[in-house]
């Protein structure tokens, strides 16, 4: 078989990683690609970009691909499945109506509400004069949400009513984000779960939940990023799984099998376990709540997570290609995921200025390292052929995920540290506390 994976990211480098894995999978071509598709196994990368819908579908013809695979969020957006479904080619993903909820952060509401599904509280607006009165009228607006895609950027969690009108001034006025249209929500608390699902339109079949940092630094600080590290398993999941599976998956499952939601592709749904005030039980002191924080829904996307997808796929020890293939043609529910027991640890090493610069140009030495224990998986990274040889160089913002796999996640966090800081790059930077509180409740 014949595999395009769509996308240069870290992400795309785990999916083709995990693909040439498979006894099925023959030659595998990603587009762009990076530094580190370009080194992978049964991996070519080819130089087109990721929103030239026509020349990725004549290159996928011409190559006779069996399986279109697409990373990004922004083709999915504007409708690649569509033109490359239309064009005969099998895709893994969902064609731009489906995609609708990461795209527009609106729909992904009324759709939660309409399933009865928890979810914040929230209010639309689709001008600033009119998103400043609702945050001037609210006390519990505090999350302001560009209402399309923004690279994980677009949320701004702020502490007060000043700090949301700044957010709205930097969405409305910076010229960075495109739609006018923005949701604000009330700011829940509580611990954050990355649970991405397959969906072949009928079966809704659950992967190993992870937890990302979103943070750009430690004790999570500073602004939100497209992910700086994340871990896998989370404790927290395996403690309220009975109530995420009645309360999230269920009602999905059941809107897919009576047809009021039609998906087929990687459904993540980012999920918080928040516990309301008024409903802890102060009746005693010696004793644990009787009511158990609640899983709500905090947005939906419509891909692969990055870098969720890099902290979880080395512990799948099921055939990718299948699992994939499988959603394309509704025999989902005959596929069985087989899960690693081991932990992973997932550090993004990123460009110093990141998310508000990039880096580009500067060399960069990679350790060796051992697939058993130790992975990076390449992002913001270009290898480049010179007078003497071939040399890799950076970019982008987030240059890399390193990976640590061991029987606890203490061990799988050494790991991980241990293969980043053997990295050479100048401008290298990245957090230190990723699964930190995870691994000292594991010990």
């Known amino acids: ?104 952060k609106a729909y992904a509401k009324e759709v939660l509400n309409q399933l009865n ?43 007060n009513e000043e700090e949301a009108l700044q957010a709205l001034n930097t969405i409305y006025k910076s010229g960075k984000f495109s739609d006018t249209k923005v949701v604000i929500e009330e700011m829940l608390s509580g611990e954050e779960i990355s649970l991405l699902t397959l969906c072949d339109g009928r079966t809704l079949t659950p992967l190993l939940p992870s937890q990302d940092h979103k943070r750009r630094f430690d004790d999570d600080l500073g602004p939100n990023t497209g992910g700086m590290g994340a871990y896998a398993p989370v404790q927290l999941y395996e403690k309220h799984k009975e109530a995420i599976q009645d309360r999230v998956l269920e009602p999905l499952q059941k809107a897919l099998t009576e047809g009021k939601l039609n998906f087929k592709g990687v459904l993540y749904i980012g999920l918080l376990m928040h516990q309301e005030k008024s409903n802890v039980d102060k009746t005693s002191t010696n004793q644990p709540s009787k009511n158990l924080p609640e899983p709500y829904v905090l947005e939906f996307n419509a891909r692969f997570g990055d870098p969720e997808t890099q902290t979880i796929l080395p512990l799948l020890q099921s055939d990718l290609f299948d699992a994939l293939y499988a959603c394309t043609d509704q025999s989902l529910d005959q596929q069985k995921l087989s899960w690693s027991r081991q932990s992973s640890c997932c550090v993004i090493g990123a460009a110093q200025g990141y998310p508000e610069s990039s880096s580009k140009g500067e060399a960069i030495t990679l350790p060796l390292h051992s697939d058993n224990e130790q992975i990076i998986f390449q992002a913001g990274t270009k290898l480049l052929t010179t007078a003497t040889g071939e040399q890799l160089v950076t970019d982008g913002g987030r240059i890399f995920a390193a990976v640590g796999l061991a029987d606890k996640m203490e061990d799988a966090r050494e790991r991980a540290y241990n293969l980043i800081a053997r990295v050479q790059c100048q401008s290298l930077d990245y957090r230190r506390d990723i699964a930190k509180r995870e691994a000292c409740q594991s010990k």
């Open 117 to 159: 599904i928890a979810t914040a509280r929230f209010a639309t607006a689709n001008s600033q004069q009119t998103a400043e009165a609702v945050v001037k009228a609210n006390q519990w607006a505090r999350v302001i949400k560009a209402d399309g895609l923004a690279l994980g950027k677009g949320v701004f969690v702020c502490s």
């Open 1 to 104: 078989m014949k595999v395009l994976v769509v996308g240069g990211g870290g992400r795309e480098h785990a999916i083709c990683w995990k693909l040439a894995l498979s006894t099925r999978v023959e030659q595998i071509f990603c587009a762009p690609g990076n530094g580190g598709t370009a080194k992978s196994d049964k991996t070519t990368n080819i130089d087109i970009a990721v929103m030239d819908f026509d020349k990725l579908i004549s290159f996928g013809k011409e190559q006779a691909i069996d399986l279109v695979v697409i990373g990004p969020d922004n083709p999915l957006a504007e409708g690649i499945v569509d033109k490359m479904e239309a064009a005969g080619l099998r895709v893994f993903g969902p064609n731009k109506s489906q995609a609708k909820l990461e795209w527009s």
